[in-house]
Nanobody, 125 residues
């Protein structure tokens, strides 16, 4: 099972940008489908973005399309989430997730088997 560690969260004003990083342990990072999820207080964890094994395919929830970009560097065992034009409603704990044997395109929390501990993103108005 891969170990994941997120970084890059923080406090930013509305309209600002942050880049989240998620580092993974092990030598087979390219064998994992990667995703970003977020969870706001009192809400369920929700899908944000996902990227295929070699980065050829990316998926986004509608609310972040055009503002967020997911990418990966398999040589560095790292997946990124570039977040631009941030809004107060983007405030949440952001989690990195990995799945080695996805069934179809994994877009739900239950589709991922490995999780990081999360990083807080707070967007002030």
């Amino acid at each position: 099972q891969v170990q994941l560690v997120e970084s890059g969260g923080g406090l930013v004003q509305a309209g600002g940008s942050l880049r989240l990083s998620c580092g993974a342990s092990g030598r087979t990072f390219s064998a994992y489908y990667m995703g970003w999820f977020r969870q706001a207080p009192g809400k369920e964890r929700e899908f944000v973005a996902a990227i295929s094994f070699r980065g050829a395919s990316t998926y986004y929830t509608d609310s972040v399309k055009g503002r967020f970009t997911i990418s990966r560097d398999n040589a560095k065992n790292t997946v990124y989430l570039q977040m631009n034009s941030l809004k107060p409603e983007d405030t949440a704990v952001y989690y990195c997730a990995a799945e080695k044997f996805p069934v179809g395109v994994p877009l739900s929390p239950g589709d991922f088997g490995s999780w990081g501990q999360g990083t807080q993103v707070t967007v002030s108005s």
